[in-house]
């Protein structure tokens, strides 16, 4: 079945860096990728739809120059969180969108990345 | 903000019990889909009901869908140790690939050994 990688799984930074989570999907094209931040208890927020050689579409809130996408091939999508802040300590989640049973389009999740900034 | 609310929130039944939970939502989709996630992980896709059916079965999930009343159910029968984790519904409104998946606030199910 489809596997999408999310590296790293766990980072600690320290105030005012910047880091950066890969998704690839393995064995298939992405065109098109979300990435999700969820916080303890809660569920996913969707923050941004990356799509493959175009710009991300960020949902409303969700600062762009902040939290960079980067979809430069069909199996790799980046995350780079810039100048981060403890605010910014959460669990950021990616996906990438297959074809399901008969063209629905169903997720296919990363482990996720947890990131610490002290 | 959030396309679905699940109820209950949180769920704590006794190995072998059935497990109900339910999601609604408030506008209309495409399909419907229930995902599962183990703590700390990703999710998982359980399954995938679309707006023309009413009822689907995978294994020991059963899954309802009334479009009517906005919402679904998900059916976990003889429930195992190993089935406790968090269940999002999620809902597709769209029919293009860049469709949004919004995923509803979950249930955290726990299974008493």
């Known amino acids: 079945g489809a596997v999408v990688s999310q590296h790293p799984s766990r980072v600690i930074c320290k105030s005012g860096t910047s880091v950066k989570i890969e998704c690839r999907s393995l064995?298939?094209?992405?065109?098109?990728m979300f990435w999700y931040r969820q916080f303890p208890k809660q569920s996913l927020m969707l923050m941004a739809t990356?799509?493959?050689?175009?710009?991300?579409?960020?949902e409303q809130g969700v600062e762009k120059d902040k939290f960079l996408i980067n979809h430069a091939s069909l199996t790799l999508s980046t995350l780079t969180v810039t100048s981060a802040h403890p605010e910014d300590s959460s669990f950021y989640i990616c996906?990438?969108?297959?074809?399901?049973?008969?063209?629905?389009?169903?997720?296919?999740f990363g482990a996720g990345s947890r990131l610490t900034v002290l | 903000s959030q396309q679905g609310e699940e109820d209950p929130q949180a769920l704590s039944i006794q190995e072998g019990e059935n497990a109900t939970m339910n999601c609604s939502y408030k506008?209309?989709?495409?399909?419907l889909q229930w995902y599962r996630q183990n703590s700390g992980r990703g999710l998982v896709h359980l399954i995938l009901?679309?707006?023309?059916?009413r009822e689907k079965h995978s294994g020991r999930l059963r899954v309802t869908l009334d479009t009517s009343k906005k919402s679904s159910s998900l059916l976990i029968t003889a429930s195992r140790a190993a089935d406790t984790a968090s269940y999002f519904c999620a809902t597709v409104a769209g029919y293009s690939s860049a469709s949004k998946i919004i995923f509803g606030s979950g249930t955290r199910l726990s299974i008493r050994p």
């Open positions: 996906s990438a969108l297959g074809q399901g049973i008969l063209g629905a389009n169903v997720l296919t």
């Open positions: 990356s799509n493959e050689g175009s710009k991300a579409t960020y």
């Open positions: 506008t209309s989709i495409n399909n």
């Open positions: 064995d298939f094209q992405a065109t098109t």
């Open positions: 009901i679309r707006s023309n059916e």
